[in-house]
């Protein structure tokens, strides 16, 4: 089956770095998003990786490593409206979504 | 000027009852889909349609119906709600089908319907 893993929740501090890491095992691998998803609101886009490395976008990261099925979301400089469901999400042979359950971030001041 | 839109952002209802959500984007995309939500967060495709053309249809009860009677609309109807409905019904669309370019997905808000 196809599958993807991210932890459940992470606690953070305002101004710290954290980084959400996403695990995948898909029938083939076409590209892998990261999507926030503050509660009650829609997901809303932060980055595409199809090959290997570190896309930087501002205080946001995405690494990708498709040998060991592995990506992570790298937040700086952490701000309080950074507290939101972080989503995983891996484009398979099929050109199909399949979607992580989401990490839950929470910021404390 | 909200990208897509659907309505209603609530619906609570009783079992068996039909219902429908509208679903509507200004961003001139060629691709719109439904998406489930449960409550374990796990986004789900339900159905995608290019152009005015159903494109993903995966496996779900004969008793959704997605409707677009244009490419910047995409409607579902579900008849005879049951309990395991409830859930937050998400449309989204991209600029490309599926396969093509990124395939970023913009979403609406979210439909939250409840099923007592």
């Known amino acids: 089956g196809q599958n993807i893993d991210q932890p459940t929740e992470m606690t953070a501090t305002e101004g710290a770095i954290v980084q959400i890491n996403c695990t995948y095992q898909?029938?083939?691998?076409?590209?892998l998003f990261w999507y926030q998803q503050h509660a009650g609101e829609a997901p809303t886009f932060l980055s595409y990786?199809?090959l290997d490395g570190l896309e930087e976008k501002g205080r946001f990261s995405s690494f990708l490593s498709r040998s060991k099925g592995y990506s992570y979301l790298l937040l700086k400089e952490l701000q309080m409206k950074d507290s939101a469901s972080y989503l995983c999400?891996?484009?398979?042979?099929?050109?199909?979504?399949?979607w992580g359950a989401g990490t839950k971030l929470i910021i404390k001041p | 000027d909200t990208a897509v839109s659907q309505t209603p952002k609530y619906l609570v209802t009783q079992m068996g009852n039909d219902k429908s959500i509208k679903c509507e984007q200004n961003l001139g995309h060629d691709t719109m889909y439904w998406y489930k939500q449960d409550s374990k967060k796990f986004l789900k495709i339900m159905f995608s349609y290019n152009n005015k053309e159903l494109i993903i249809n995966e496996t779900v009860p004969n008793r959704f119906s997605p409707k677009s009677p244009d490419k910047a609309h995409l409607n579902l109807h579900i008849n005879s709600l049951e309990l395991g409905d409830s859930a937050v019904y998400f449309c989204?669309?991209?600029?490309?089908?599926?396969?093509?370019?990124?395939?970023?997905?913009?979403f609406g808000e979210g439909s939250r319907l409840t099923v007592l």
């Open positions: 990786n199809v």
């Open positions: 898909t029938s083939g691998f076409n590209g």
């Open positions: 989204a669309s991209s600029k490309n089908v599926v396969g093509q370019g990124t395939g970023e997905l913009f």
């Open positions: 999400a891996v484009k398979d042979s099929n050109y199909q979504l399949i």
